[in-house]
T-cell receptor, first 115, second 113 residues
Framework: GAGVSQSPSNKVTEKGKDVELRCDPI?????LYWYRQSLGQGLEFLIYFQGNSAPDKSGLPSDRFSAERTGGSVSTLTIQRTQQEDSAVYLCASSSQGSAGNTIYFGEGSWLTVV | GNSVTQMEGPVTLSEEAFLTINCTYT??????LFWYVQYPGEGLQLLLKATKADDKGSNKGFEATYRKETTSFHLEKGSVQVSDSAVYFC????????????FGTGTQLKVEL
């Protein structure tokens, strides 16, 4: 597709359940990012993949959060045993290469609500 | 680490008013600087960027100049429109810092007729 595609666009889940959020980056983009946007808060970096390098996981808030990127393309963010504070919009982004100055393109996000 | 300070919103202006949204940053190394915009119900979009000192980024009538000496990247527009109502995010990116954007909290702009 032309842009970063995310699914689902909306997800309501019960506390304690696991959820998977999917991101399909722009074709050919080697860098992929996950951010979280909570109500009343800014955008929080979660994890960054660049090519075949080890991912930068420094932003993951707890060990309940994990992400993988298969074949250098599609990525899945998994949240285990969801908590109410996990409710947020999860944004995926990609860029052509992980260099400063390269534009990062964002998807429209997956809105997660934990009830 | 990197950080961004943006003026708090919401900023409410009348149509055709002059806009300034202040942004200052701290960053290790020599960052590139970005402004992103989020219109109601939409995803984040790049508004403009500047990659070195004294560069001016511009788009859709918005401008921001990279001021290394004051570590600032203030966003300006001479005459705002109702359609400019959105949340604006300032973000530096540093190579070697994981090449990730560090976002401010965002500034909501409301433009009224």
């Amino acid at each position: 597709g032309a842009g970063v595609s995310q699914s689902p666009s909306n997800k309501v889940t019960e506390k304690g359940k696991d959820v998977e959020l999917r991101c399909d980056p722009i074709s050919g983009h080697t860098a992929l990012y996950w951010y979280r946007q909570s109500l009343g808060q800014g955008l929080e970096f979660l994890i960054y993949f660049q090519g075949n390098s080890a991912p930068d996981k420094s932003g993951l808030p707890s060990d309940r959060f994990s992400a993988e990127r298969t074949g250098g393309s599609v990525s899945t963010l998994t949240i285990q045993r969801t908590q109410q504070e996990d409710s947020a919009v999860y944004l995926c982004a990609s860029s052509s290469q992980g260099s400063a100055g390269n534009t990062i393109y964002f998807g429209e996000g997956s809105w997660l609500t934990v009830v | 680490g990197n950080s961004v300070t943006q003026m708090e919103g919401p900023v409410t202006l009348s149509e055709e008013a002059f806009l300034t949204i202040n942004c200052t940053y701290t960053a290790t190394g020599y960052p590139s600087l970005f402004w992103y915009v989020q219109y109601p119900g939409e995803g984040l979009q790049l508004l403009l960027k500047a990659t070195k000192a004294d560069d001016k980024g511009s788009n859709k009538g918005f401008e921001a100049t990279y001021r290394k000496e004051t570590t600032s990247f203030h966003l300006e527009k001479g005459s705002v429109q109702v359609s400019d109502s959105a949340v604006y995010f300032c973000a530096p990116m540093v190579t070697g810092g994981g090449n990730k954007l560090t976002f401010g909290t965002g500034t909501q702009l409301k433009v009224e007729l």
